[in-house]
């Protein structure tokens, strides 16, 4: 579970399904944040005052109390003025020192599915922590954790995101789950349509036995895009925990324009690790074991 997490909050019904999702993904001791960015008027900023500042700073808390209230937690309220919402966001997480930056999505489109709109898109890009997004009507659905799921491919960073899902799914009582996608190098494959049927089914076999000798753990894995089947694979799940980079065998797990494409595929609340954070901790665990050797 999450200590330390900031909710992003606007005017939308997504701060309200956000809020939900941090509520779930909160430990017992932990602390919630409300965030509201301010961006302005562009087109007036240039002749923006300290009074106009000092309004939208004004209007922003207003939001976050409304929010508070409406939602009954306790939770700090913190806004800033910035650019751009994600940029704003990173910096207050950072400020905070957030473990977790949880996100609405908007709620156009297909009911249940994770929208994402440009500053839940521009949050992800290098974001400081861990990053989740809740999808459109998640507040308005009794909030049942039975299954949480991970997706896997054998990296460090997907190690990471197996270990914090084994975490969730202890604390909350829940099963759990991994996936794994695999593909077929052309240069592998005989003449026939057999040889191809033969090969993917080999291949998924193999992969759904090496997630299964992690133990603790139902194997799942699948022939396909990885983005595309991991969004099938969420449609069973109530949480969904992904690495931001794999470099297994059989290419990366999730980068780039492929974390965006879950975020907005995904059928479940779905749980982003930024590889930065991947990298840190294993360099806060160096710098430890190299201060013990020296004891």
């Known amino acids: 579970m999450f200590t330390r997490i900031m909710v992003g909050v606007d005017e939308h019904a997504g701060g309200r399904d956000a809020i939900a999702l941090a509520e779930m993904l909160l430990a017992p001791d932990g602390e919630l944040t409300l965030a509201h960015v301010y961006t302005g008027n562009p087109a007036i900023a ?9 309004a939208e700073r004004e209007q922003a808390l207003k939001l976050l ?9 306790e939770a700090s309220l913190r806004c800033t003025a910035s650019h751009s919402v994600g940029r704003g966001l990173h910096e207050l997480a950072e ?9 609405g999505s908007c709620r156009r489109g297909h009911v249940g599915r994770v929208l994402v709109g440009d500053d839940t898109r521009a949050a992800l890009n ?24 991970v997706g896997y491919d054998g990296s460090p960073e997907s190690a990471h995101a197996l270990e914090l899902a084994r975490e969730i799914s202890r604390d909350l009582g829940a099963k759990l789950s991994a996936f794994t996608t695999v593909s077929v190098p052309l240069s592998t494959l005989g003449s026939g349509p057999l040889s191809l049927s033969d090969a ?8 759904r036995d090496r997630i299964a000798a992690l133990g603790g753990v139902e194997a799942h894995a699948a022939y396909g ?7 099938v694979y969420s449609a069973s799940l ?6 931001s980079r794999g470099y297994g065998p059989v290419g990366r797990l999730i980068h780039g324009s492929t974390s965006q494409r879950l975020a907005r595929l995904a059928r479940c609340p779905l749980v982003v690790l930024p590889r930065a954070v ?6 806060d665990a160096a710098e430890q074991a190299e201060n013990a050797s020296r004891r």
């Open 126 to 149: 290098g974001a400081p922590c861990a990053v989740a997004i809740a999808p459109a009507g998640y507040s308005d659905e009794p909030r049942v954790t039975r299954e949480v799921g």
């Open 238 to 243: 109530d949480l969904l925990i992904v690495g």
């Open 225 to 231: 895009e990885t983005a595309d089947e991991l969004a």
């Open 278 to 283: 991947q990298a840190m901790d294993r360099s």
């Open 200 to 207: 993917i089914d080999k291949l998924v076999s193999r992969a």
């Open 46 to 54: 240039h002749v923006a005052t300290p009074s106009y500042d000092i």
């Open 95 to 103: 400020r905070e020192t957030a473990d977790l930056l949880v996100l």
């Open 65 to 73: 109390e409304r929010a508070r209230e409406q939602a009954q937690i």
